[in-house]
């Protein structure tokens, strides 16, 4: 059964024009904005102009309408969330597209959690969204209150593609809080592989430790979830980086020297001792 105006309760506060925006009827929109834009900026109960609810649910064509009759592009709800947040948050990026073109603030936060539009995009997933946030310069180091960064909620939510986005865009793989935790963190305790892989190519530190104990790194915290392919995903990296240093460490020692003066058995022992930590422990070897 269709929803009409008329049985929307009083108490909601709902305007005709807050029920045509929401529901996407661009041209009632306009028929009521012919009428006079004394409603546009009216407020239902939850704080929602008519551009709050058209964004939130994607409708492009009422957006438009109601910017060309001058809506607030940042109108805030009852959380401080704006068109944009309600955008992003639902990966509408022709409706983020339009508002961006508009002036909206990229940065703005919602007073709940402190969430921005890249980190309520980055943390769904919706990677067209990212892209537009961080062409239009959005801060890839906000902090919400939780507390995590755009990175975080991708890498926790495992978006391979929008990890991707952000650190080519340089958000910092070491973002940590008071707790320390940094998005090796929580890609490796939820077993995402291929974040993880994107994080060590991107020089994450191995073992950063967090917790009242200072004792959980990203290979214990996947360990613990029983995400054994990560574990040793980050335990190969970690080998691979060792027997790099000591390679550039002592390999120049004797390339340069001349062959008559080189000394097998020294040269066997630095061989022995690079596959040693190829194979081997590598935590020993600092």
């Not at 948050?89 to 508002?99: F, N, P, Q, T, Y």
């Not at 952000?166 to 940094?182: R, Y």
Request: with cysteine; glycine share 8%.
């Amino acid at each position: 059964m269709e929803l009409k105006y008329e049985d929307i309760p009083e108490n909601l506060k709902y305007t005709p024009l807050h029920f045509a925006s929401a529901n996407g009827d661009a041209r009632e929109v306009g028929n009521l904005l012919k009428l006079g834009s004394s409603e546009i900026e009216a407020k239902t109960f939850q704080k929602n102009t008519a551009l709050n609810l058209a964004a939130n649910k994607g409708h492009a064509d009422v957006v438009r309408k109601l910017l060309a009759a001058g809506a607030e592009v940042d109108t805030r709800d009852q959380i401080n969330k704006t068109p944009l947040h309600n955008a992003a948050c639902w990966g509408h990026a022709d409706v983020v597209k339009i508002l961006l073109a508009a002036g909206a603030d990229k940065d703005a936060k919602e007073s709940e959690r402190g969430f921005t539009a890249l980190i309520y995009a980055a943390g769904n997933g919706y990677s067209t969204v990212v892209q537009m946030l961080l062409a239009a310069g959005a801060n890839t180091e906000a902090w919400t209150t939780d507390p995590c960064t755009a990175l975080h909620a991708a890498c926790l939510g495992g978006h391979t593609e929008v990890v991707r986005q952000l650190v080519a865009a340089g958000a910092d793989i070491h973002a940590s809080a008071e707790d320390g935790v940094m998005p090796l963190h929580h890609a490796a305790n939820k077993g995402h592989g291929e974040v993880v892989q994107i994080l060590l190519a991107a020089g994450a530190i191995l073992d950063p430790r967090v917790g009242p104990c200072t004792h959980f790194t990203p290979s214990s915290m996947a360990e613990r979830a029983g995400h054994l392919q990560v574990v040793a995903m980050i335990r190969e990296e970690a080998r691979r980086r060792a027997t790099s240093v000591l390679i550039a460490r002592y390999m120049p020692s004797f390339t340069f020297m001349k062959p008559k003066t080189l000394d097998a058995r020294i040269v066997r022992k630095c061989m022995e001792c690079l596959e040693k930590v190829s194979s081997g422990d590598y935590q020993r070897f600092k």
